[in-house]
């Protein structure tokens, strides 16, 4: 079953613009990671948040993460064509190496 | 380098045949992980394996599918008389294994349509 949900399950920008998306899950969580996934390239890991940590960044990518409302949000700023995909969130609850819980996802479009 | 593998790209089979899905690791790669990704979804997952052995098969959805990794590298997901409800997109990861967090590589996935 799916951990969570990502909020919109569609988003429509202007290239430029910056994209946020939303991720609430269910369980407490050791990590969470997003995810983007487009026919190109298949599934390709983004970025990853402890559940200690509340903020971190990756070049254009913001991630923040609130244990206590059991939510995360992705922020792509500057958008460009090439960010249009679906976005996943994806959360681990155990140690090492996990069997990650996937969210629905955001599928994002970047109009030029 | 070499990236996750599958094949076949495409599987297209009859009600209650069986099929044979198959996955080819990042070499060195002691992790295994096999997922199901049905339309408009995020991935589901299956199974968990840490070298030959299944750590955690709690995903598989019932006893028409199993999985095996005999050597320790390349798997096989195998589903007995497949249902139309088991079409869907089969994706592979493989991680290192060794790190307290350890980022799991996805392959292309296998398109499973079940007629």
């Known amino acids: 079953s799916q951990q969570g949900e990502e909020d919109p399950q569609a988003l429509s920008i202007q290239e430029g613009e910056n994209a946020t998306m939303n991720c609430s899950y269910k369980?407490?969580?050791?990590?969470l990671q997003w995810y983007r996934q487009n026919s190109g390239r298949g599934l390709v890991h983004l970025i990853l948040?402890?559940?200690?940590?509340r903020e971190k960044h990756s070049g254009r990518l913001r991630v923040t993460l609130d244990t206590s409302k059991k939510s995360s949000s992705l922020l792509i700023t500057a958008s460009r064509a090439a960010d249009t995909a679906s976005y996943f969130c994806?959360?681990?609850?155990?140690?090492?190496?996990?069997?990650?819980?996937f969210g629905k996802g955001t599928h994002l479009i970047i109009q030029p | 380098g070499a990236g996750v593998s599958q094949t076949p790209s495409n599987k297209v089979t009859e009600k209650g045949k069986y099929v044979e899905l198959r996955c080819d690791p990042i070499s060195g790669h002691t992790a295994l992980y096999w997922y199901r990704q049905s339309l408009g979804q995020g991935p589901e997952f299956l199974i968990y394996f840490q070298g030959t052995g299944a750590a955690d098969d709690s995903g598989l959805p019932n006893d028409r599918f199993f999985a095996v990794r005999p050597e320790g590298s390349v798997s096989t997901l195998k589903i007995q008389r497949t249902e139309r409800g088991d079409s869907a997109v089969y994706l592979c990861?493989?991680?290192?294994?060794?790190?307290?967090?350890?980022?799991?590589?996805f392959g292309p996935g296998t398109r499973l349509t079940v007629l």
């Open positions: 948040i402890r559940s200690n940590e």
């Open positions: 994806a959360t681990d609850s155990g140690g090492g190496a996990d069997g990650l819980t």
């Open positions: 369980t407490s969580i050791n990590n």
């Open positions: 990861a493989s991680s290192s294994g060794l790190a307290e967090y350890d980022e799991q590589f």
